[in-house]
C-alpha cells in the first residue's frame, strides 16, 4: 500500500490530519499512522484533484500553441488531474470522425480527459451516436471556429431539445450575434485596445443568458454557462435558479482578476472572448463565488504563442493559458480570505465532477480514484515566463507574487508532479 504520509487532508468538507493509503488506483484508507510504501508529505494540505471543465489543448494543426502532452503537463504542474476539452479546433469536432481522431491525439495526456462535441447545423439529429463517447454538447450562440454556429433562435431550441434526449450538459457560450455585430460595426474604425472590449458588449452576454435560460426551462436540458464575465448576466443566473431549472454556470480567474484597465496596458495578453469587463463586474463575479451562484471555476485556457499575441491588436488571436495558475491563484485568493478553502474545493472538484458524472472524482473518500494535489500554503512564488510549461510560453499573470502553490500531483494513484518535476503517466479518457 502506498501511503501519503504526514499531510493535513481536506476531507468530508473538514481539514484533518491523516494518512491516505493507496492500492492502485484508488483510495482505501484515510486513516492515522497508516504503514506502508511512504510518500513525504509533511506540512502539506491534500486536496482533491482539479477538474478543469474548459480547456483547449488545440493539437492538430495548431499544435505550435499546444498539444496534449504539453497541455496536460501545464495542468499537472498545477493540481489538476481532469480536463474537458474544447471543441474550437481547427477542423470542430462536429462529427464522429472528427471525434474519434480526436481521442487518438488524446491518448498522450498524462491526466484524465474528456471531450466536448459541438452541435452545427448538420448535426442535431444524430447526436445519440456520439452522446456515450463525450462529456457534453456544446452551442456557441455567436461566431466561433468553422461550422459552430447556431445563431438561428429556432436552432438553438432544437440544440437544447436534442441534447436533452442525451442526457448530457449543453454547455453555452452566451453571447448575442446580433449585438456583437451592430457593436463592431460602431466601433470598427478604432485601432485602440479598449475597442475588442466594446465590439462585445456586456450586453451581448447578458441578452444570450436570457435567451439560454429560456431555452433551458422549455426543453429540460441540464444547462451550463460557460466564462460568465458581467454582472447583469449573474443577476439573471441567480433569479432563473430561483425557479428550480437545471441550470449552472462558470467563470475564470480572468474574470477575477482582470478589467478593462488590464486590457488598456496589456493589449493582445489580456484578450479574449468574452472580454475582460469593469471592476464592478470583477466585485460581481467575486461575490457570486462566494454565495454559490458560480458554480465552478474554470479556466478556458486557450494558449496563442508570442509570436500571435505580438501581431498587430486587432488581427492578434483572443485567447490566454491559464491552467497551470488556477489553483495558485485560488490558493492565494485563500490565504487572503478573499475564498475559503471550502469555496476552492466545491467550484474546482466536486460540483465539475457532479455536475459531469465524474464518477469517484472531486471528493478525498474511500474508494474513489487517488486523484490529488499536495500543496503548500506558506510558498511564496512570483510567476514567471520561464516556469511556465505550457507550450505558449506566457503567462498573463507574469510578475505576480503568489502564496501557496501546488507541490506534488497525483492522478490515478500515480505520482505525475513532485516539486519542479514531471512524470509520464497514461491518462484516462473517462468517456471511451
Known amino acids: 500500500m502506498k501511503i501519503l ?13 491523516r494518512d491516505i493509503g493507496i492500492v492502485g488506483q484508488k483510495i482505501v484508507k484515510i486513516e492515522k499512522d497508516l504503514t506502508g510504501d511512504e510518500i513525504d508529505c509533511t506540512g502539506l494540505l491534500i486536496l482533491p484533484g482539479a477538474i478543469d471543465i474548459h480547456v483547449h489543448f488545440r493539437d492538430f494543426s495548431e499544435k505550435h500553441k499546444e498539444d496534449w502532452y504539453s497541455g496536460s503537463r501545464a495542468a499537472a504542474k498545477g493540481g489538476t488531474t481532469t480536463v474537458l ?8 469536432v462536429t462529427t464522429y470522425e472528427r471525434l474519434m481522431k480526436k481521442k487518438r491525439l488524446a491518448k498522450k495526456s498524462i491526466i484524465n480527459y474528456g471531450l466536448y462535441f459541438g452541435l452545427g447545423h448538420e448535426n442535431l439529429d444524430s447526436l445519440d451516436k456520439v452522446a456515450k463517447k463525450v462529456c457534453g454538447f456544446k452551442l456557441h450562440m455567436c461566431k466561433t471556429t468553422g461550422d459552430l454556429l447556431l445563431t438561428d433562435p429556432a436552432l438553438q431550441k432544437k440544440a437544447f431539445k436534442a441534447v436533452k434526449k442525451t442526457k448530457k450538459p449543453i454547455v453555452i457560450h452566451a453571447e448575442d450575434q446580433k ?42 436540458a441540464k444547462t451550463h454557462l460557460t466564462h460568465i464575465s458581467t454582472r447583469l448576466a449573474l443577476t439573471r443566473i441567480r433569479k432563473a435558479k430561483q425557479t428550480g431549472i437545471d441550470l449552472t454556470c462558470d467563470t475564470t480567474p480572468t474574470y477575477m ?21 469593469t471592476k464592478e463586474d470583477l466585485d460581481s463575479v467575486w461575490e457570486s463565488v462566494k454565495y454559490g451562484i458560480i458554480d465552478i471555476i474554470s479556466t478556458d485556457h486557450a494558449p496563442h504563442t ?40 466545491k467550484t474546482c472538484c466536486t460540483t465539475p465532477a457532479r455536475r459531469f ?19 503548500n500554503m506558506d510558498l511564496r512564488k512570483e510567476v514567471t515566463r520561464q516556469d511556465q510549461v505550457t507550450k505558449c510560453g506566457w503567462s498573463p499573470y507574469e510578475g505576480m507574487s503568489l502564496k ?9 494513484g500515480n505520482l505525475v508532479y513532485n516539486f519542479g518535476k514531471l512524470y509520464h503517466n497514461q491518462g484516462k479518457d473517462l468517456f471511451e
Open 357 to 375: 458524472n465524474l464518477k469517484g472524482r472531486g471528493e478525498i473518500k474511500t474508494g474513489n480514484y487517488a486523484d490529488l494535489v499536495a500543496v
Open 85 to 92: 476539452d474544447m471543441v474550437n479546433n481547427s477542423s470542430p
Open 306 to 345: 508570442i509570436e500571435e499575441k505580438n501581431n498587430d491588436f486587432k488581427t492578434a488571436p483572443a485567447g490566454i493559458p491559464g491552467v497551470e495558475m488556477r489553483l495558485p491563484l485560488l490558493l492565494n485568493a485563500v490565504n487572503n480570505n478573499r475564498l475559503s478553502l471550502e469555496t476552492l474545493v
Open 257 to 277: 482578476y482582470f478589467t478593462r484597465d488590464n486590457l488598456e496596458k496589456m493589449g493582445a495578453y489580456c484578450k479574449m472572448n468574452p472580454p475582460v469587463r
Open 5 to 17: 504520509k504526514g499531510a493535513t487532508v481536506f476531507t468530508n468538507n473538514t481539514l484533518k490530519k
Open 404 to 412: 501557496g502553490w501546488p507541490i506534488k500531483t497525483f492522478v490515478n
Open 179 to 220: 449585438t456583437l455585430d451592430n457593436a463592431a460595426n460602431i466601433h470598427r474604425k478604432r485601432t485602440d485596445h479598449l475597442a475588442h472590449a466594446d465590439s462585445r458588449p456586456r450586453l451581448a452576454e447578458s441578452k444570450a443568458v436570457s435567451y439560454a435560460i429560456t431555452c433551458a426551462k422549455q426543453s429540460g
